[in-house]
Every structure is written in C-alpha cells, then in structure tokens.
C-alpha cells in the first residue's frame, strides 16, 4: 500500500475489491445482482447510463438469438465437397463459437438482467428455428442438416 493513503473500508455490503489502482475502484460480483450499474463485456460499459443498459440488454438477447439460428440453419446447398464449402463451414462454425464465448462473457458479469436476456434470446431463438412450431410436419431429427453442427 502507498504511504499516505488509508485503506478502502466498505461496510455496505459491496463485494471485495479485485483491483485497487490510484483511486479506481473495480468490483467483480460473486453473487447475481440487479441494477444497471454494471460492466459487461468492456470496461466502463454500460456504466451507469440506463440507455446503455437497455442497449446491452438488446445486445445479449439478439446474440443468443442469432446463436440458436447460427446453429440450426442451413446457408449452404448440399453439394459436392470442395474446400470453399469446407472454408465457409469453418468461417460459420468460427463466428458462432465467437458469440458463444462473448455471451458467456456477458453473462459471468452476474448481472440479473443480462443473465435473463441471455436465457430469453435463446428460448426465442429455439422456438423460432429449433421447435416444431414453424416446422413442416413429417420432417425429423435426422433429415435436418446445419452448416455448423450442434454442439453435443
């Protein structure tokens, strides 16, 4: 500790401290917590802005979305093997395992809010592309095809 500088005491119930430089204080959430006054992804945002909140709430929920329709669609007609096939299956498979890894990012904030739009992108997403709600009946399991396979 620096000469001249008394510790930081917190008697309100915050968590612990996991970085204490100059006079910025940055907390980690070991718990859930709800509120708008958070870090998810990036420092500093979305801060304290309820704006920006509101637009990370946005954010997660159309990523998880996007993630369920990434993982059930079929861009790419059946067609014989070649490497430009292969090359965009990979670039596909790439980009949804990089939103997959941001959206876990976003939700190890704690943050109630962000955990909920997580959860409500995916079971939108679900029920649009994964259900059997929109689809054509007699087709099963095996006859569905993606570009980026299912995670098992």
Request: aromatic share 10%.
């Amino acid at each position: 500790m620096e000469s001249g500088k008394a510790p930081h005491h917190d008697m309100g119930g915050t968590p612990p401290a996991a970085n204490v430089s100059g006079t910025h204080l940055h907390l980690i959430h070991m718990t859930f917590f709800w509120g708008k006054n958070a870090e998810i992804l990036f420092s500093g945002w979305p801060g304290t802005s309820s704006g920006m909140y509101a637009l990370a709430l946005i954010l997660v929920f159309v990523v998880a979305l996007l993630l369920e329709w990434l993982s059930r669609s079929s861009l790419l007609k059946p067609g014989p093997h070649n490497v430009t096939t292969g090359l965009l299956q990979t670039a596909l498979y790439a980009i949804r395992s990089g939103f997959s890894y941001m959206l876990m990012l976003a939700v190890m904030s704690f943050n109630g809010g962000i955990f909920l739009a997580a959860v409500a992108g995916h079971a939108l997403g679900f029920l649009i592309f994964g259900s059997r709600v929109f689809k054509k009946t007699g087709v099963t399991a095996s006859d569905e095809r993606s570009d980026a396979p299912l995670m098992k």
